[in-house]
Nanobody, 115 residues
């Protein structure tokens, strides 16, 4: 049974920082790609960043230069360091992995950035 649990969300003022964590539990040998998404009510879920098993990373244009994704394979954990936060970053943030043929999501953690 695979489970993803996010943590680290909260309320922060514009310009502040948060670090999100997602722990993957279960009997897993390896995870190729770990992803962070975010979603605002009424809008489509947006891919924020991903990281491969070789530590290659990619980011949405809206967060480049501000967010950093990383992973700790020994802990089966993926992180999202968010700096210089803006009100438009407000969303529920979800981590995601795919272990074919299954797609796994966490329950999400709320990030709210105030002006």
């Amino acid at each position: 049974q695979v489970q993803l649990v996010e943590s680290g969300g909260g309320l922060v003022q514009a310009g502040g920082s948060l670090r999100l964590s997602c722990v993957v539990s279960g009997s897993i040998f390896s995870i190729n790609v770990m992803r962070w998404y975010r979603q605002t009510p009424g809008k489509q879920r947006e891919l924020v960043a991903f990281i491969t098993s070789g530590d290659s990373t990619n980011y949405a244009d809206s967060v480049k230069g501000r967010f950093t994704i990383s992973r700790d394979n020994a802990k089966n954990t993926v992180y999202l360091q968010m700096n210089s936060l803006k009100p438009e970053d407000t969303a529920v943030y979800y981590c995601n992995i795919v272990l074919p043929p299954m797609n796994y999501w966490g329950q999400g953690t709320q990030v709210t950035v105030s002006s």
